[in-house]
């Protein structure tokens, strides 16, 4: 790391924090924001209280005494609801990981350069056309990724009507677009070690991809699409309160009838369920870049 | 003498191998697999004929702008018509959403900073990197002060397990209908996000200047403060910026819960069933998105090339 002098009293370190506080403050004035607004209002200090009462006793069965008959028991509905909210993400992630990966190979530099070794734009003799592709590419691949996965369900929603289908597509197009952005960096960035091997035994250039910059890249992308199956969780689980079956219907459902005890059912669920995958996928994580 | 086929076979059977790495495939392969066949399944129901007219009714009716379904396309019309959307609904959305994800992300970025430090293994021993840390003189403090970063790690964890979106719908009935809901769900999920991600890079600092200035006198705070934060610090700045392009794709959609950011004009214009405007104000959504997207580009290529 070299340090330069920039004319910056104290440092650039101190320069770049001193820009972000200030930025800060012109977002603190233009929001028009104020301390005292964050005491709660009146009747928010009672519900916090309710509600944080609730956390040291989740509810195990239906919190008020009046259940509608028919009403399945309320740990049943618990794990249902977590259910569709698993089937809702992994099919979202089944739909979006062969989308992205075709997307993310085009998308690299490493398939379109005609020298697939050298990974950076700069160096990689390509044609004009394939950077041409590559741009236009990239350009689809923000696309998809910048309008966020509730939005799309909005608009799909006001399409389609609900069903699966619409929670799934609305999850598996940005996340495709992710995975797609992604990967190409994660294969331009990998060591270029055996693709330099390949080359030089004189294999043919789609061999070097294949065999020599993906298997390089590969753990780190495994590793990214677990985080992406706990993120398309979260995404599932807030599906719910657009009225997708997954844990926010039911958790909306139990904040607004006040049983608070069950909401906190519904948050330690969903805490346990990305817990487990975090320990999993680190446990994973472990024997495959060991 | 072995043969070749022998050697090959010898060196297959003797590769490295883990069944728990095996089942977990095949376990993610089945769920996808019947994933899968589930949407299938789901996109046959949806190709009726009911709903085929409501999509048709959709692209061909209700997302056309208003002012030109009837008098048919004119470049004029349309102008205006983005023009009026944008002065009265889009611009104050698309603003307030910029402002409240970056007062989220400096909150975050700030609170990350104690969490990457406390729950680094690194510092968290009675006598950091030096050599009397070896198995056999694990004590009492040892123990406490791993346990203590391994619950801030956790702590790290259970922030940013739940959406941003579910916190904001909690904290709104808290705080009541302000920009604060917004602001405190952003900026504690990022805050966990980013607490992890400082911790790992704690972790794989250079030891050896951290290292030098111990064992020249500096305690576990300065070695903290004044040589694992500013080492750490132009990697700290690259994950901020990379967080800051989700915080404002997030911010765009709290709005739907009722704050004053694009999503609750893109609900509005939902409920009242105009869906012209409500594509409008989802491509505005959008645009600000890519245009976060490249502040932080810039950001981050500029830091990667300055460090």
């Known amino acids: 790391m070299r340090e330069r002098w920039t004319g910056v009293p104290g440092g650039r370190r101190t320069g770049v924090l001193a820009a972000l506080a200030l930025v800060g403050i012109v977002a603190w004035v233009q929001l028009g924001l104020a301390p005292s607004s964050l005491v709660p209002r009146p009747g928010g200090v009672q519900i916090a209280r309710n509600f944080f009462a609730g956390a040291l006793s989740p509810a195990l069965d239906y919190q008020a005494g009046d259940v509608p008959a028919g009403a399945p028991p309320f740990l049943l509905r618990l794990l249902s609801a977590l259910w569709s909210t698993i089937l809702y993400a992994a099919a979202a992630v089944a739909l979006a990981l062969p989308a992205g990966l075709l997307l993310g190979f085009l998308a690299s530099s490493s398939w379109w350069a005609v020298d697939p070794v050298c990974g950076s734009r700069r160096r990689a003799r390509r044609s004009a056309l394939a950077g041409t592709a590559q741009a236009l590419l990239r350009v689809f691949i923000a696309a998809l990724r910048s309008v966020h996965e509730l939005l799309w369900a909005v608009v799909f929603l006001a399409a389609m009507g609900l069903s699966p289908v619409t929670g799934v597509l609305a999850l598996a197009i940005p996340y495709s677009g992710t995975f797609a952005k992604v990967f190409s960096e994660m294969l331009d960035e990998a060591p270029t070690d055996s693709a330099r091997a390949l080359r030089g035994v004189g294999a043919a250039p789609a061999t070097i991809f294949l065999w020599g910059n993906l298997p390089r890249a590969l753990p780190d992308m495994a590793a990214y699409v677990f985080y992406r199956f706990e993120c398309a969780i979260r995404a599932s689980a807030v599906l719910g309160f657009f009225g997708f079956p997954t844990i926010g219907y039911f958790l909306r459902a139990s904040f607004e009838d006040t049983q608070y005890r069950e909401v906190w059912s519904y948050l330690y669920a969903l805490l346990a369920l990305v817990l487990l995958l975090e320990v999993w996928s680190s446990a994973l994580r472990r024997r495959f870049v060991a | ?307």
Request: a positive charge.
């Open chain 2, 1 to 307: 003498m072995t043969s070749r086929k022998d050697e090959i076979a010898r060196l297959h059977s003797a590769r490295p191998r883990s069944y728990f790495m095996r089942t977990s495939l095949v376990a993610f392969a089945l769920l996808g697999a019947g994933a899968w066949l589930w949407t299938v399944v789901g996109a046959v129901d949806l190709l009726g004929a009911h709903r085929l007219a409501n999509v048709s009714r959709f692209l061909v009716h209700d997302a056309a702008p208003y002012p030109l379904r009837e008098s048919g396309f004119s470049w004029q019309a349309l102008r205006a018509w983005i023009a009026m959307m944008w002065e009265t609904q889009a611009a104050e959305g698309a603003a307030a959403t910029l402002w409240i994800s970056v007062i989220a992300i400096l909150i975050a970025g700030s609170a990350a900073l104690p969490l990457a430090l406390a729950g680094a293994r690194v510092l968290a021993v009675p006598d950091p990197f030096l050599a009397s840390n070896a198995g056999d003189q694990r004590g009492l403090e040892w123990t406490l002060r791993r346990t203590f970063a391994l619950l801030v790690r956790q702590l790290s964890v259970a922030m940013r397990a739940i959406p941003e979106y579910v916190l904001a719908f909690l904290l709104l009935a808290i705080l009541g209908s302000n920009a604060w809901a917004a602001i405190l769900a952003l900026a504690l999920h990022n805050a966990g996000i980013l607490g992890r991600l400082g911790t790992e890079t704690v972790e794989n600092l250079d030891a050896r200047p951290l290292r030098a200035l111990r064992l020249a006198g500096a305690d576990r705070g300065a070695l903290a403060l004044w040589v694992a934060l500013p080492l750490a610090f132009p990697r700290f700045l690259l994950y901020f910026f990379y967080r800051f392009e989700t915080c404002v794709r997030e911010a765009t959609v709290l709005g739907i819960l009722g704050i004053a950011s694009l999503g609750a004009s893109v609900q509005e214009a939902r409920a009242r069933q105009r869906y012209d405007e409500m594509l409008f104000l989802i491509l505005v959504g959008g645009a600000i998105v890519l245009l976060a997207d490249l502040v932080s580009q810039l950001a981050r290529t500029w830091i990667r090339r300055e460090t």
